[in-house]
């Protein structure tokens, strides 16, 4: 079945840290470029980051630019997130998501909750 | 940065009526344009690329439209399983740096 499974989410204090992870099956993953979205309580959809298929390009929304850092192991089938410096703002459901050659995004996973509070 | 703008936030249909859910851009996205639904409790799904192209196992009910700055799903007939949120979102920038409109929640009337 071609799926993607996050984990990793759960309760931080603002300045914190945390490590999200996304474990891809059913497609190839090491040709797909793959990326974080993600959604706040209530809010709409806000893309975080992408990186290529072979780790060569990455790419930061402003929101996310010195705070966190998206990788990814292929030969695990697997993308992750780590995110520093967390603030209350950046409470969401983290998707992890696989575009289509930079396009549209075509297979999402079902999210995991990030919650930024003391 | 393109700003997507939806209208209206909330639109009311009864079930076997059309919707019809708008999208514009802050500047020309040519077809660079895709939509999701996403139902509650649930990760968005994509329903159209292209502006117009129907992803794989999507009903003919939805259509897509337009290009440039102007943008509009059409859902004829609504069923039970279509009142969810719509979001629109363009992929028009390089390097990426996607947008998404605030999203349209369709409801039963």
């Known amino acids: 079945e071609v799926q993607l499974v996050e984990s990793g989410g759960g309760l931080v204090k603002p300045g914190g840290s945390l490590r999200v992870s996304c474990a891809a099956s059913?497609?190839?993953?090491?040709?797909?470029?793959m990326n974080w979205v993600r959604q706040a309580p209530g809010k709409g959809l806000e893309w975080v980051s992408c990186?290529?298929?072979?780790?060569?390009?990455?790419w930061y929304a402003d929101s996310a630019k010195g705070r966190f850092t998206i990788s990814r192991d292929n030969a695990k089938k697997s993308l992750y997130l780590q995110m520093n410096s967390l603030r209350a703002e950046d409470t969401a459901v983290y998707y992890c998501?696989?575009?289509?050659?930079?396009?549209?995004?075509?297979?999402w996973g079902r999210g995991t909750l990030v919650t930024v509070s003391s | 940065e393109i700003v997507m703008t939806q209208s209206p936030a909330t639109l009311s249909v009864s079930p076997g009526e059309r919707a019809t859910l708008s999208c514009r851009a802050s500047q020309s996205v040519s077809s660079n344009l895709a939509w999701y639904q996403q139902k509650p409790g649930q990760a968005p799904r994509l329903l159209i690329y292209g502006a117009s192209t129907r992803a794989t196992g999507i009903t003919a009910r939805f259509s897509g439209s337009g290009s440039g700055t102007e943008f509009t799903l059409t859902i004829s007939s609504l069923q039970s399983e279509d009142f969810a949120v719509y979001y629109c979102q363009q992929y028009k920038n390089w390097p990426p740096n996607y947008t998404f409109g605030q999203g349209t929640k369709l409801e039963i009337k």
């Open positions: 059913g497609f190839t993953f090491s040709n797909s470029s």
């Open positions: 990186i290529s298929s072979s780790s060569s390009y990455i």
């Open positions: 998501v696989r575009d289509y050659t930079y396009w549209y995004f075509d297979l």
